[in-house]
């Protein structure tokens, strides 16, 4: 069946460097990809998507790039900000939708 | 525009109680889904629904049952709560599931 696998965390980095949070999945067709966040006692939120191989999803600095002969979708951000502290989580869609297991980001001034 | 609405925030149970997480939603979406959310685990599917009358099962159905006779409106109900099922519990819905999900702020539920 269809699964989203991204790196464990937590992840800690100082105001101002380079995020990647690496995500792969496991598909039986051509799935959406999306990156959600959530931040403390909140839903999610939708951050970016894409919807077909070599689609380039972005949103608030924050960006991914669908890559089907590699299977990821991998977010990246050029500068972090300590509001940017928050869980992602990389998910797929085809019908229903299935995340990963989160990655707690933690910015820090 | 409320668009996702989740009732009620927070619920205790006592083991073998039963009751009913409601969700609406105000946006026509076809597509609703029930998700719960626990530590190092994301969000796992229970059921979701891809139009009135039509539901199926996800991840993690057992213990859960669903239906849905309105676009609106998709109710998840616990039979007979266990421990197990303490959880933070997410209901989200779509008007096509490749454009991504509105999710609702979520139950918070324990059962002792």
């Known amino acids: 069946g269809n699964s989203v696998t991204q790196m464990e965390g937590p992840v800690t980095l100082s105001e101002e460097a380079f995020l990647t949070i690496n995500c792969t999945y496991t598909?039986?067709?051509?799935?959406?990809l999306f990156w959600y966040v959530q931040y403390p006692g909140e839903g999610l939120q939708l951050l970016l998507k894409?919807?077909?191989?070599?689609d380039k999803g972005s949103n608030k600095g924050f960006e991914a790039t669908y890559r089907k002969e590699t299977t990821s979708f991998h977010l990246e951000k050029g500068s972090v900000q300590v509001s940017d502290s928050a869980v992602y989580f990389c998910a797929l869609s085809e019908g229903d939708m299935r995340f990963g297991a989160g990655t707690r980001l933690t910015v820090k001034p | 525009n409320a668009g996702v609405t989740q009732t009620p925030k927070f619920q205790v149970l006592k083991t073998g109680q039963s009751m009913t997480l409601q969700c609406a939603q105000d946006?026509?979406?076809?597509?609703m889904s029930w998700y719960r959310q626990d530590p190092g685990m994301g969000l796992r599917l229970i059921h979701y629904?891809?139009?009135?009358?039509?539901?199926d099962q996800g991840e993690v159905p057992n213990g859960y049952n669903v239906s849905r006779s309105t676009t609106e409106d998709f109710p998840l109900r616990l039979l007979s709560a266990a421990p197990s099922q303490t959880s933070v519990y997410f209901c989200a819905s779509s008007w096509d599931s490749i454009y991504g999900y509105t999710f609702g702020s979520g139950t918070r539920l324990t059962v002792v």
């Open positions: 629904s891809v139009g009135a009358g039509i539901t």
């Open positions: 946006m026509n979406h076809e597509y």
């Open positions: 598909a039986t067709g051509y799935p959406s």
């Open positions: 894409a919807t077909k191989a070599d």
